[in-house]
């Protein structure tokens, strides 16, 4: 009788090794303990007492791999429900992070399988757990202490020097590790220095721009989160020959995180459809708000607050402006052309190009279905598509001797679809049976989901920050001054951002992310002292949700007559 340690044997299915070959019909596959240790065409034989799986009509795939996501304390059952086994997280407190990485490998919590580097190595931190070395020496200690505490790769993050870079990737290859970064400036030297891949495609639209009027348009983009997308529309094509055989060559690993531009390029009020439609489910209960409303009103903190257009103007309006006002949206929708003419000469010369969604700043799970459509609809062949969040993922992880293909001897992580993925790549969401570890998982969601070990504090990446207001431009009026304009100074401003003056809101006009201007009309001028104040829309970046700045105190007098 089957129980449920026994072995499990799946039949009859369609199998997609995520070798890149034929699929096999018919297929036997025997999981032992947590190890597939039959993978045949055809019958085989099997334990008496196995647990025996018919999938006839079905496929079976690798268990999928989001090689970019921020882990967060209540993602686990939203991944494992879409068939995401493994992740790889790029920026966590350490302690946290490998507490969480142990607790879901011995059981303890729901979730899937995940690999670490803690905070990362930045030139300027932001957050505590950043780690900012002063020279290369600093940078290889630092590293190492990473490696005896338990990290499973290295990362670098916007800013860092080459001669930084070079030092980590020297300690984390003398221990089999990868080394990921997230640029701002060309790829290539880095690749040189041995970073083995980057986040966000980052660095490689830079590599492509050369002409002057390029170079001025790509230093014109002064918001950090702009230069996700915006470096696109201004990348070269003539160049793209060049930098993709030279990445191909290298064995680079490129991220593209394409799941990012789905505001642009018109499928937001698709998506939030389908996510509101998900997270209505009772069991998804314990999502918190501000999680909520990023994914069904923000989407992605880049591009603001759903429009108040129809669906069909999301598409075809091009002077409507997004990214902080930065580029119309017609020109991001061409950025977005030119990113996937970069993916499809990588991939024909032999390049590396992995899945990564960048969850949560997308619903964790569903996003890696929709990346690898987007990826299909970059030219990729189903099949690369899938080997990107299965074989080649599990090879930028550094894991390709455990994970990502459905071999004997591997560690057992499949997904059983009802579809044939190969001729519509949709049909990877079609998710019948989740296997990890050589467990059959309840994929079902619990609204008692609970996660023992809560992360340290409450700073998120994804939400608006609070504003800072240092100061006004004048601080006195008079009761009969007529309406004015006040241009306020402070830091973490966007175009969301509203001035309240005595409370009120008045029309705001973002400037930069330290500057807005603010027309005060007259019927709010009372003689006495007002405090002015600036909030960002929800969901923010600290747990206090009703909290929008310090306030600056203002004095109205009485006007002077004669």
């Given at each position: 009788m089957a129980g449920k340690n026994s072995p499990i044997v799946i039949r009859g299915a369609r199998l997609?090794?995520?070798?890149?070959?034929?699929?096999?019909?018919?297929?036997?596959?025997?999981?032992?303990?947590?190890?597939?240790s039959r993978v045949v065409a055809g019958k085989a034989d099997f334990p008496i007492e196995a647990r025996v799986i018919e999938a006839s009509g079905k496929t079976v795939l690798p268990g999928l791999i989001d090689n970019h996501v921020h882990y967060r304390d209540l993602l686990g059952e939203l991944f494992l429900a879409h068939g995401v086994t493994?992740?790889?997280?790029?920026?966590?407190?350490?302690?946290?992070i490998l507490a969480q990485r142990d607790a879901v490998s011995h059981g303890k919590i729901a979730g899937p399988r995940i690999f670490c580097a803690g905070g990362g190595f930045y030139s300027r931190a932001t957050a505590a757990h950043h780690q900012v070395p002063a020279n290369p020496a600093d940078a290889k200690a630092m590293m190492q202490d990473l490696i005896r505490q338990g990290v499973d790769y290295a990362k670098i993050h916007l800013?860092?020097?080459?001669?930084?870079?070079?030092?980590?990737?020297?300690?984390?290859?003398a221990v089999g590790f990868k080394l990921t970064a997230h640029l701002d400036t060309s790829i290539l030297p880095y690749v040189d220095a041995g970073v083995d891949g980057v986040e966000h495609a980052s660095g490689c639209a830079e590599a492509t721009i050369r002409s002057?009027?390029?170079?001025?348009?790509?230093?014109?983009?002064?918001?950090?989160?702009?230069?996700f997308l915006a470096c696109w529309t201004f990348a070269e094509r003539e160049h793209y020959a060049e930098v993709t055989e030279f990445l191909a060559q290298k064995g680079t690993y490129i991220e593209p995180t394409m799941v990012l531009w789905g505001a642009p390029v018109g499928r937001r009020e698709k998506w939030e459809r389908e996510d509101y439609e998900l997270l209505k489910t009772p069991g998804l209960s314990y999502i918190p708000e501000d999680l909520r409303l990023l994914w069904l009103d923000h989407y992605y903190l880049a591009f603001g607050k759903r429009s108040e257009a129809a669906p069909e103007q999301d598409v075809v309006i091009g002077n409507r402006y997004s990214i902080y006002g930065i580029l119309p949206e017609a020109q991001l929708r061409?950025?977005?052309?030119?990113?996937?003419?970069?993916?499809?000469?990588?991939?024909?010369?032999?390049?590396?190009?992995?899945?990564?969604?960048?969850?949560?700043?997308?619903?964790?799970?569903?996003?890696?279905?929709?990346?690898?459509?987007?990826?299909?609809?970059?030219?990729?062949?189903?099949?690369?598509?899938?080997?990107?969040?299965t074989k080649v993922g599990a090879q930028y992880l550094g894991q390709e001797k455990q994970l990502g293909t459905v071999e004997e001897g591997k560690l057992a992580d499949l997904i059983i679809v009802r579809g044939d993925p190969l001729k519509e790549i949709t049909q990877t969401r079609t998710i019948d049976l989740v296997i990890k570890d050589g467990e059959i998982?309840?994929?079902?969601?619990?609204?008692?989901?609970?996660?023992?070990?809560?992360?340290?504090?409450?700073?998120?990446?994804?939400?608006?920050?609070?504003?800072?207001?240092?100061?006004?431009?004048?601080?006195?009026?008079?009761?009969?001054?007529?309406?004015?304009?006040?241009?306020?100074?402070?830091?973490?401003?966007?175009?969301e951002s509203v001035v309240r003056f005595g409370g009120s809101p008045v029309p705001t006009r973002f400037?930069?992310?330290?500057?807005?201007?603010?027309?005060?009309?007259?019927?709010?001028?009372?003689?006495?002292t007002i405090p002015i104040s600036v909030s960002n829309p929800k969901p923010h970046e600290f747990a206090d949700k009703g909290a929008t700045s310090n306030s600056v105190n203002f004095i109205v007098k009485f006007a002077l007559v004669g």
């Open positions: 997609i090794d995520g070798n890149g070959g034929k699929p096999i019909d018919d297929a036997t596959i025997v999981i032992e303990g947590n190890h597939f493994s992740v790889r997280d790029l920026g966590n407190p350490l302690d946290w800013g860092v020097p080459l001669e930084i870079a070079r030092a980590v990737a020297d300690e984390a290859r002057a009027e390029g170079l001025k348009n790509l230093a014109s983009i002064k918001l950090w989160l702009a230069k061409e950025g977005y052309k030119r990113l996937q003419e970069f993916l499809w000469c990588l991939v024909k010369a032999g390049g590396n190009v992995v899945t990564g969604t960048d969850a949560p700043a997308v619903v964790p799970g569903v996003s890696l279905h929709r990346e690898m459509e987007f990826l299909v609809e970059a030219g990729l062949s189903p099949m690369q598509a899938i080997q990107s969040a998982l309840d994929t079902s969601f619990h609204a008692s989901f609970t996660n023992p070990i809560p992360r340290p504090y409450s700073q998120e990446f994804y939400g608006y920050p609070i504003p800072k207001l240092d100061k006004i431009s004048r601080q006195v009026a008079g009761e009969r001054d007529g309406d004015f304009e006040l241009t306020l100074s402070g830091k973490d401003f966007f175009p400037l930069s992310q330290n500057a807005v201007a603010a027309t005060v009309p007259s019927h709010l001028l009372k003689v006495g």
